[in-house]
C-alpha cells in the first residue's frame, strides 16, 4: 500500500468516484474542478470526519505535458552553450588545484544546477537598465564557477582571469582579476550583488529584499512592479533555519515576485545526509504548508513517454517509494545497472524499457536538466499570482562527470579529472576539443560571429544586458545641520535622559526632514515600545501591504497603533533574522534600486552580533549603508532581568568587522556627533561602511558638548 491508493473494498464503487471526477475534469474544467474540491473539502470538515489533503503528491512534475508552453528558442543552440559553460567551469577549477593543490573550488554543485542557471540566463533573469531596475539574482555559492565561466563566454572576464580562480591577490599582479570563490560585493563589487556563501542567508535575504521592492512600491518611493526576486539554492541548504524562517511571511505578504529554485540533488557535502528520507516531499510539504506556490519539476521530457505508458501506476508507485539514498545510486550507475535495478522491480516496469537500450536508459534526465521542462516550471512561476512560487528542481549532483563524480558520495569535493575522465567528459557534452585540448584543460569560446557567440549575445540584450553586475550610483541624500534635530542633546546643560531617549527624539525629528525624513526606515523586532517608540506608530505608521483591516484596541488613544500601507516603520516581529535581513535590504537599496535609504534597526545588543553575527558579516560582505543600534547595552542596563540583558560583548565581536564603525557612546551629544557623521558618510560621500551604535538605558545628567570635539569623537576620544 502507497501513500497514495487507499484501501478499498469496492473496487467498482472507487472506479465510480473516479470516474466522477475524470469527467468532471473533462467536461468542466480544472478551474471547477477545484471548486467542488474545495466544497468536499469543507463538508468533510464539517462533518468531523478528521480528514484534510495531504500536502504531498506524487513524485512526478507538477505541470503536465499538455500544460508545458512551446520552448520558445534554440534548444540545440542553449544545450551547447550549457557545454561550453559546463567544460569552462570544470577547466577553472581543476586548473586552478593543478597549479595550487589546496586551491580548492567546486565543480559537482554547478555540475547539477547548470541547467537551471542556462534557462535563466537565456529567458528569464533581466538585467538592470536605464529603463528597467533588473530582476535580483541569487546565485547557490558553490556554483559560482559555471557563472564566472558564462561571463568568459559573454567576454566580460578573460582567459587571464579564469586563470586566477580563488586568486584575488596574485591575479591583479598580472593583469587578471581575481575571483572570488563564492559570490562577494566587496572584492568583486561591480560583478556579485549579494554574498551567498554562508548558507541560508541567500534565501532569508532574498525573501527580505523581494518584499523591500513592495514596501518602496507602496510607499511612493520607486516602481518595483514587474521586477523579479530568483533564488537558486541548494537542497541541503534549506535545512539552516534562515533558509525555512520566513516562509510564511513571503506568503502572508503574497511576494509574487520571489521565485526560488531548489536544486535538489539529493547529496549534500557529505553524502544524501537524510538518504531513507524524500527531500522533495519534505520540501513540498513545508512549503505548500507555509502556502507557497510548489511546482515539482521532477523529470525531464523523455520520461514522458514511459508516465504515458505507465497505464498501472507501477511507474508513478516506484518513484513515489524510492528513497534519495537509493535514487542517488541509481545515478551514479549506468544504464544496466538501472535496467536491471530499478526497472527490474516489477514486469511492469521492465516492459516500459523493453524498447530501449542501456545507453538511453542511462540518458534518461531528471527534470533539472531538462531545458524545456525547467523554461516551463520557470515560465509558470513568473505567472504566479498572489503567491511565491518554489519549484522543487530534481537533478544529479557531478551531472555529466561519470564515474569521476557523478551521484558519487564524494563528488562535492571532487576537484581533480584525470584524463580519461576529461576525455569521457568531452565526449558526454559533445564538446569541439581534441583529446589534447581536453587533457590540457583549454578553455573554449566560440568565435564572436559563430552561431553560439551571437545567440548568446543576442538573448541577453534581449534581457536588457549582462547578470551578475552590480551597480553603485545614486543620488545624495542631503542631510540637515546637527543643530536642528539635536541641539537638545548637543548643549544638553546637565538635561537627565537616557541616550535612548535622546535617539528617539532624534529620529522622530529627523524623519520630519522633507528630503531625509521619508528615505528613513525604522526596523524594530517587536521592541518599538521598550525603546519608547510608540509614538512612531501614529506618526508614520507600520509598513502593512494590506493596511489595517481591524480597529486598533487603542484607536481613541493619540498614541494609537496604525498599520497603513504606506507606513513606514517595518516591525518584524520576534525574529532577529528577519529584522537584519529586512535592514540588509534597506541598507543596500542604494546600490540594489539605484536609491539611497537609512535604515535604523534597534534592538537589544544582545541579540545583535551575538545571535545574527553571521547575517550582519553578509552586510559588510554586501556593502550595507545604514544604522545598527544596540540598545539596553552595558553591564549596567535592565540589571534586574538578569544577564541576558546584559551586553558588555558586542563591540568585541562588531570591531571584527572591518567596515562597521562602532561607537559605545556614553552622552547623547556624542551620539549627535556620530549620527551626523554617519548619516554624511553614507548619504553624502557615498562611503560604504555601516554604524553600530550602542545604545543605554538610564536617564542621567548629560553634559553640553565642549566646543569643537566632534573630529575626536569620531576618533574616538577626547577631552571633557
Ligand atoms: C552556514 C554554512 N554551513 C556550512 C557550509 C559548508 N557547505 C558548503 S556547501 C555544503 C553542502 C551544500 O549542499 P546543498 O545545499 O545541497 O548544495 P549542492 O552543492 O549539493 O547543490 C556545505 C555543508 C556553508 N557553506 N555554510
Redesign the pocket.
Known amino acids: 500500500m502507497n501513500g497514495f491508493t487507499h484501501a478499498v473494498t469496492d473496487q467498482q464503487e472507487l472506479d465510480e468516484w473516479r470516474d466522477a471526477l475524470a469527467s468532471l475534469v473533462a467536461n468542466a474544467g480544472p478551474e471547477r474542478a477545484r471548486q467542488i474540491l474545495d466544497l468536499l473539502a469543507e463538508d468533510a470538515s464539517a462533518a468531523h470526519i478528521d480528514w484534510k489533503p495531504r500536502h504531498g503528491t506524487p513524485y512526478i512534475n507538477s505541470i503536465s505535458v499538455t500544460q508545458q508552453p512551446a520552448f520558445p528558442g534554440d534548444l540545440a543552440t542553449e544545450e551547447r552553450l550549457a557545454s561550453l559553460v559546463r567544460w569552462n567551469a570544470l577547466a577553472m577549477v581543476v586548473r586552478a588545484n593543478q597549479a595550487y593543490g589546496e586551491l580548492g573550488g567546486?565543480i559537482?554543485?554547478y555540475a547539477?544546477?547548470a541547467d537551471l542557471f542556462e534557462v535563466g540566463f537565456n529567458h528569464f533573469f533581466r538585467a538592470r537598465n536605464p529603463g528597467f531596475g533588473g530582476d535580483l539574482v541569487f546565485y547557490?555559492?558553490?556554483?559560482a564557477p559555471g557563472i564566472y565561466a558564462r561571463a568568459f563566454l559573454e567576454g566580460r572576464l578573460s582567459e587571464n582571469d579564469l586563470s586566477h580562480y580563488r586568486q584575488e591577490i596574485g591575479g591583479p599582479a598580472v593583469g587578471a582579476r581575481g575571483l572570488s570563490s563564492?559570490p562577494h560585493p566587496w572584492l568583486m563589487p561591480d560583478f556579485w550583488q549579494f554574498p551567498t556563501?554562508?548558507?541560508?542567508?541567500g534565501p532569508i535575504s532574498s525573501i527580505f529584499q523581494a518584499r523591500f521592492m513592495r514596501y518602496l512600491q507602496h510607499r511612493g518611493l520607486q516602481d518595483t512592479t514587474d521586477r523579479h526576486v530568483w533564488g537558486v539554492?541548494?537542497?541541503?541548504?534549506?535545512?539552516?533555519p534562515e533558509s525555512m524562517s520566513a516562509l510564511t511571511l513571503a506568503a502572508r505578504e503574497g511576494l509574487d515576485n520571489l521565485t526560488w529554485v531548489v536544486?535538489?540533488?539529493?547529496?549534500?557535502?557529505?553524502g544524501p545526509?537524510r538518504g531513507n528520507g524524500r527531500i522533495i516531499d519534505e520540501l513540498e510539504a513545508l512549503f505548500a504548508g507555509a502556502g507557497w506556490n510548489v511546482i515539482k519539476l521532477v523529470w525531464g521530457s523523455d520520461w514522458d513517454a514511459l508516465l504515458a505508458n505507465d497505464t498501472d501506476g507501477a511507474l508513478v508507485h516506484t518513484l513515489s517509494n524510492t528513497v534519495d539514498g537509493q535514487f542517488q545510486t541509481f545515478a551514479a550507475k549506468d544504464g544496466a545497472y538501472n535496467r536491471a535495478h530499478f526497472f527490474g522491480q516489477s514486469e511492469s516496469l521492465a516492459r516500459l524499457v523493453e524498447g530501449m537500450s542501456d545507453e538511453q536508459i542511462d540518458r534518461l534526465k531528471r527534470g533539472g536538466h531538462d531545458m524545456v521542462k525547467i523554461h516551463a516550471a520557470y515560465h509558470a512561476a513568473r505567472r504566479s499570482k498572489g503567491k511565491p512560487t518554489v519549484i522543487l528542481a530534481q537533478?544529479k549532483?557531478g551531472f555529466g562527470m561519470g564515474e569521476a563524480g557523478q551521484g558519487k558520495m564524494t563528488t562535492?569535493q571532487q576537484k581533480k579529472l584525470d584524463r580519461e575522465a576529461l576525455i569521457a567528459f568531452r565526449n558526454r557534452f559533445q564538446l569541439p576539443l581534441t583529446d589534447e585540448q581536453a587533457e590540457s584543460l583549454s578553455f573554449f569560446k566560440p568565435a564572436p560571429d559563430s552561431l553560439e557567440s551571437r545567440y548568446l549575445h543576442q538573448r541577453r540584450q534581449a534581457l536588457g544586458g549582462y547578470v551578475p553586475s552590480r551597480g553603485q550610483t545614486a543620488a545624495p541624500v542631503a542631510v540637515p545641520a546637527v543643530s536642528g534635530y539635536a541641539g537638545f542633546a548637543t548643549a544638553a546643560d546637565g538635561k537627565e535622559m537616557s541616550t535612548t531617549m535622546a535617539f528617539v527624539r532624534m529620529l522622530t525629528h529627523l524623519l520630519k526632514d522633507n528630503a531625509l525624513g521619508p528615505r528613513i526606515v525604522p526596523i524594530v523586532a517587536d521592541e518599538a515600545r521598550t525603546f519608547g517608540m510608540a509614538n512612531l506608530f501614529k506618526q508614520i505608521g507600520i509598513y502593512s501591504s494590506v493596511g489595517q483591516r481591524y480597529e486598533p484596541e487603542d484607536i481613541g488613544s493619540i498614541l494609537s497603533y496604525r498599520e497603513a500601507t504606506d507606513g513606514q516603520i517595518l516591525e518584524e516581529g520576534i525574529s532577529e533574522a528577519s529584522a537584519i535581513s529586512s535592514w540588509v535590504a534597506a541598507a543596500t537599496s542604494y546600490s540594489v534600486h539605484g536609491l539611497r535609504m537609512l535604515p535604523f534597526y534597534i534592538y537589544y545588543s544582545m541579540f545583535g552580533f551575538q545571535r545574527v553575527g553571521?547575517l550582519i558579516w553578509a552586510a559588510a560582505d554586501q556593502r550595507a549603508r545604514g544604522f545598527l543600534l544596540g540598545a539596553t547595552a552595558g553591564r549596567t542596563t535592565l540589571g534586574g532581568e538578569g544577564l541576558q540583558h546584559q551586553d558588555g560583548s558586542s563591540h568585541l565581536t562588531a570591531a571584527t568587522v572591518p567596515n562597521c564603525r562602532a561607537y559605545d557612546p556614553a552622552f547623547a551629544g556624542e551620539f549627535a556627533v556620530i549620527l551626523d557623521h554617519g548619516m554624511r558618510q553614507m548619504l553624502e560621500h557615498d562611503v560604504d561602511e555601516f554604524y553600530y551604535v550602542t545604545l543605554m538605558n538610564e536617564n542621567y545628567p548629560q553634559p553640553s558638548l565642549p566646543d569643537g570635539v566632534e573630529a575626536a569623537i569620531i576618533k574616538g576620544m577626547y577631552r571633557l
Open positions: 567546486h559537482a554543485s547539477s544546477a547557490q555559492p558553490h556554483s563564492y556563501g554562508s548558507m541560508g542567508i539554492f541548494g537542497d541541503g541548504e534549506m535545512d539552516e536544486n535538489c540533488n539529493l547529496q549534500r557535502l557529505d545526509v537533478t549532483k562535492h553571521d
